[in-house]
């Protein structure tokens, strides 16, 4: 965790409702006020506050028959410029679909938020009827290979602002030398936060937002091995990674790492 929320400079009434904003995954037909409790922590009379001022502003709609509510117009447009504005998903796209469809496995960007990644864009192989993750989704920095990629690759100053365990010293440092040796990162057996998930990581250095995301490739156990990330996953989506590195101009996530 960082310690931001003990900064005499930190708003914390909009942290809460920047939380709230967050609580919503693309999958969600509404939530309610015990729905949006449950996710982000926050009390209920803190709930029923915050969801009043973001729906007031527009940033949250409310459907009074059912109570339930929904990013509103002003979220949606907020989404849609951050969106555009980080045009290297547009050359990506396409390369990171064709590496889904050809491995069988579910590809997707995500971003830290704090000591979590966030899932903000997958995509799923062709014919496959499960979404399995989704953008919005939630992963621990700590035991996934997403997570390994990106504190890798994080400047020194941004890795000491997460007040980082031994554990998590280590997790970076084993990912610094994957990187280095073979250029992407599968997270150490031991460490994974779910045994029914393998994935494999490559970071990319976005200057849009300041700091590496991660590319990943994830699937069952059975249906990606160890051996397949090693040997096939691993190697397509750090050629995918380098060619997007090429067209944007930019070097190695690693190489601004310091």
Same mark, same amino acid.
């Given at each position: 965790?960082?310690?931001?929320?003990?900064?005499?400079?930190?708003?914390?009434?909009?942290?809460?409702?920047?939380?709230?904003?967050?609580?919503?995954?693309?999958?969600?037909?509404?939530?309610?006020?015990?729905?949006?409790?449950?996710?982000?922590?926050?009390?209920?009379?803190?709930?029923?506050?915050?969801?009043?001022?973001?729906? +007031?502003?527009? /940033?949250?709609?409310?459907?009074?028959?059912?109570?339930?509510?929904?990013?509103?117009?002003?979220?949606?447009?907020?989404?849609?410029?951050?969106?555009?504005?980080?045009?290297?998903?547009?050359?990506?796209?396409?390369?990171?679909?064709?590496?889904?469809?050809?491995?069988?496995?579910?590809?997707?960007?995500?971003?830290?938020?704090?000591?979590?990644?966030?899932?903000?864009?997958?995509?799923?192989?062709?014919?496959?009827?499960?979404?399995?993750? +989704?953008?919005?989704?939630?992963?621990?920095?700590?035991?996934?290979?997403?997570?390994?990629?990106?504190?890798?690759?994080?400047?020194?100053?941004? /890795?000491?602002?997460?007040?980082?365990?031994?554990?998590?010293?280590?997790?970076?440092?084993?990912?610094?030398?994957?990187?280095?040796?073979?250029?992407?990162?599968?997270?150490?057996?031991?460490?994974?936060?779910?045994?029914?998930?393998?994935?494999?990581?490559?970071?990319?250095?976005?200057? +849009?937002?300041?700091?590496?995301?991660?590319?990943?490739?994830?699937?069952?156990?059975?249906?990606?091995?160890?051996?397949?990330?090693?040997?096939?996953?691993?190697?397509?989506?750090?050629?995918?990674?380098?060619?997007?590195?090429?067209?944007?101009?930019?070097?190695?996530?690693?190489?601004?790492?310091?």
């Amino acid at each position: 965790m960082t310690d931001q929320s003990e900064s005499r400079k930190f708003a914390n009434t909009l942290a809460r409702g920047l939380s709230v904003l967050r609580a919503f995954r693309a999958s969600d037909d509404g939530l309610s006020h015990s729905d949006i409790a449950q996710r982000t922590g926050l009390a209920g009379a803190t709930v029923t506050r915050l969801t009043f001022t973001l729906t +007031e502003l527009g /940033f949250l709609s409310h459907d009074r028959k059912t109570g339930y509510f929904r990013l509103g117009p002003a979220a949606i447009a907020v989404g849609s410029v951050a969106s555009a504005s980080a045009n290297f998903l547009d050359l990506v796209s396409g390369p990171m679909q064709d590496l889904a469809d050809k491995t069988g496995t579910l590809a997707l960007m995500a971003v830290r938020d704090g000591d979590r990644m966030m899932l903000t864009k997958t995509w799923r192989p062709f014919g496959t009827a499960s979404i399995w993750l +989704e953008p919005g989704h939630r992963i621990p920095v700590y035991g996934s290979s997403s997570g390994q990629a990106v504190v890798a690759s994080l400047s020194d100053a941004r /890795f000491s602002a997460l007040n980082p365990d031994a554990d998590l010293r280590a997790f970076r440092q084993n990912g610094y030398e994957q990187l280095v040796g073979r250029g992407f990162t599968i997270a150490p057996q031991p460490t994974r936060y779910a045994a029914t998930v393998n994935a494999v990581s490559v970071p990319y250095f976005a200057g +849009e937002f300041g700091e590496p995301v991660a590319f990943t490739c994830g699937a069952l156990p059975e249906m990606l091995s160890d051996a397949r990330m090693l040997n096939e996953v691993g190697p397509a989506l750090r050629d995918v990674v380098r060619d997007l590195e090429l067209k944007t101009g930019r070097s190695s996530a690693l190489a601004r790492r310091g």
